[in-house]
């Protein structure tokens, strides 16, 4: 058992020896990397063509999204643009810290939920700052209340 014992220490100590070395030549640890690459990823403004000009609109304006087709509609306090992507698309472009896919055509900003209401089956309907429910999937219920642990 003492072998044991003393090879597992050796793998322990090996292991920080190493991560101290990587550490000190400027490597960054793999998961961390793949952080802030998918940080860096995440649009912060989005251009929306309106007739013969282009709107800027700041991720962080924006309350919820709502699936129209091929379409999204970026719903940003009174104001509503439509932009043509996917929800899929659109979804992989945003910071998942920030918004979360709460049904197949819904995505909101978790920073703009102001209550959550228990409905039938397990489903939620979420109030947004603004006063406008959002319906919660019961299979998505879990995962979007982990965000606020």
């Given at each position: 058992m003492?072998?044991?014992?003393?090879?597992?220490?050796?793998?322990?100590?090996?292991?920080?020896?190493?991560?101290?070395?990587?550490?000190?030549?400027?490597?960054?640890?793999?998961?961390?990397?793949?952080?802030?690459?998918?940080?860096?990823?995440?649009?912060?403004?989005?251009?929306?063509?309106?007739?013969?000009?282009?709107?800027?609109?700041?991720?962080?304006?924006?309350?919820?999204?709502?699936?129209?087709?091929?379409?999204?509609?970026?719903?940003?306090?009174?104001?509503?643009h439509?932009?043509?992507?996917?929800?899929?698309?659109?979804?992989?472009?945003?910071?998942?810290r920030?918004?979360?896919?709460?049904?197949?055509?819904?995505?909101?900003n978790?920073?703009?939920?102001?209550?959550?209401?228990p409905?039938?089956?397990?489903?939620?309907?979420?109030v947004l700052?603004?006063?406008?429910?959002?319906?919660?999937?019961?299979?998505?219920?879990?995962?979007?209340?982990?965000?606020?642990?």
């Open positions: 003492i072998p044991q014992v003393h090879q597992r220490r050796e793998q322990i100590v090996a292991q920080y020896r190493h991560r101290v070395g990587a550490r000190r030549r400027g490597e960054v640890d793999n998961r961390i990397a793949e952080l802030l690459k998918e940080r860096d990823l995440s649009r912060t403004r989005f251009l929306i063509p309106v007739r013969d000009k282009t709107i800027v609109v700041e991720a962080a304006q924006i309350d919820w999204i709502e699936a129209s087709d091929y379409y999204v509609t970026l719903h940003a306090g009174a104001a509503a439509l932009l043509r992507q996917t929800m899929d698309e659109i979804e992989k472009q945003l910071d998942r920030q918004f979360f896919r709460v049904h197949r055509s819904a995505i909101v978790v920073d703009r939920v102001r209550e959550i209401h409905l039938f089956r397990g489903d939620c309907a979420l700052a603004d006063g406008r429910r959002i319906k919660l999937s019961r299979s998505r219920r879990k995962e979007f209340e982990a965000l606020f642990r």
